[in-house]
């Protein structure tokens, strides 16, 4: 059966009204400009749930840079048969007027979770995530919602707004997808040119210098970040942005490691963003 | 059969979960302290559902002083005998730290709805308030939630919420209930003593001043609530907080009146807050 295309609200309602009961509903909320990390979602949905929706939504309200929405890729005819290839039965590409028909008076609003790494570099960015995925869940109605653990900050926000909110969803985070060399996939890696591309992994290298560090006994937050922003190469191109080792339930810096924690970045790459992290545990 | 009683999210969900699917399920949100006001909703709910919860959590959330929250009423026992005469369902009575297991970290953000009138007089209300209800949808998945218009504002807020968030419920509101002499019914009307009682109707006499010049064609906010004001007895016990006119969707205040408005106000009769509201129609 071809993949059902919907706009509105409504409109996912309907498609999904007489599927309901018949099993579990499983959402993948995306961005759009599928990849292999995307579709590794999606696998892992269309595994465990009768029917498979995914949302295609270039949300206006997490982006802090205008010229990062802008410029964010919105390939949707192939997105669209990538989805069709995985068998998905309900995509949900609305507008962003269909999702914000006026501005919102309420929102949701992210603590502590949101103060650090991504969230103190892009302001605002987590209660837009955070308000568009709970929108997303009122729309859907989905009994799981599957997110990538790329974005470790975004997957424990949500986490965490289903617990605050007793949000009848259960969050089935997926590892992340990297390619040979490591670099994790992103929707952001195509706008690297050739020379970036080969410079790009140096984040994932920083996080592993940590990882075996910490698994070695290292237990000094600021030597074991030292240590990790030195192994990144000294080149114009590479801007480390934030190194952080953090609880994984609160996303507070430790300073000291004494459980698992983990290790978060972000590293522009000429005038790319990318971001990764590593889950970490001492001996 | 007797009502059921609740304490716990799981315990409502395993609760209805049988019902769910068999018609729709109704909600009405109380902080207890059971009154005509609540009966009039339960009465309601009834009338339209197959199933009727009614919850019942005095919210630490939403006060702002704490001598407030501590004084407020809970009679728990005759509220659940109320509930049983009224053939409710399901009350759910969750403690503080059913609710709140740890101190939340996402909540909801009332923007401009909260600014004025009670949100101008009680810092995060309705921030609480919002939450609370949010929660209280999500544990419950009612298909209709039943508010009284005795709280104009809240009413509006938690509309404005389910509309911006796609909040899968239906929001019924329910026409105030009074006293002979015009006296909304609340609960905090029992703290009034004999001759605080017998002043407390000015506020809703004040209303009745605005509602009959509108009415009559005056359409100047500022003479409006001058008005008003004199109207109330000049006795020390009375301190008008506030008497506004607003629009009935946005709560913001209107300078003149070219259509509905909602005339609110907030009144301290002695140590005791009241609000009430009416809506008023120019000629």
Chains 1, 2 share one sequence.
Not at 45 to 68: G, K, W, Y
Not at 92 to 100: K, L, R
Not at 265 to 282: E, F, H, K, M, Y
Request: glycine share 6%; with cysteine; net charge negative.
């Amino acid at each position: 059966m071809p993949v059902s295309v919907v706009q509105t609200a409504d409109g996912v309602r309907a498609a999904l009204a007489s599927r309901r009961g018949s099993g579990p509903i499983g959402l993948v909320p995306t961005m759009g400009a599928l990849h292999a990390g995307h579709a590794r979602l999606i696998e892992e949905a269309r595994h465990e749930c009768v029917t498979v929706a995914v949302s295609i939504f270039v949300n206006p309200l997490q982006f802090d840079r205008a010229d990062d929405l802008a410029r964010y890729s919105r390939p949707f005819e192939a997105d669209l048969a990538l989805c069709e290839t995985l068998s998905v039965d309900v995509v949900f590409a609305p507008t962003a007027a269909d999702m914000y028909p006026e501005p919102l008076d309420c929102t949701v609003h992210v603590g502590r979770t949101a103060e650090h790494l991504c969230g103190a570099f892009r302001p605002g960015h987590f209660n837009g995530v955070a308000t568009v995925v709970l929108k997303l869940f009122n729309v859907v109605q989905p009994d799981v919602a599957y997110f990538g653990e790329k974005d470790a900050q975004q997957l424990a926000i949500i986490r965490r707004m289903v617990a605050d909110l007793n949000v009848p969803v259960r969050i089935a985070p997926v590892a992340t997808v990297r390619e040979a060399d490591g670099l994790a996939l992103s929707s952001r890696n195509q706008h690297l040119n050739a020379a970036e591309r080969a410079l790009a992994p140096a984040l994932f290298h920083a996080l592993g210098v940590v990882r075996d560090a910490i698994a070695a006994g290292n237990a000094d937050a600021a030597a074991l970040k030292r240590q990790a922003s030195e192994s990144i190469p000294a080149d114009g191109r590479l801007r480390l942005e934030y190194l952080e080792l953090v609880d994984p339930w609160t996303f507070q810096p430790v300073d000291r490691v004494s459980g698992p924690v983990v290790a978060a970045g972000a590293l522009w790459v000429g005038s790319t963003r990318l971001i990764d992290n590593i889950r970490c545990t001492p001996p």
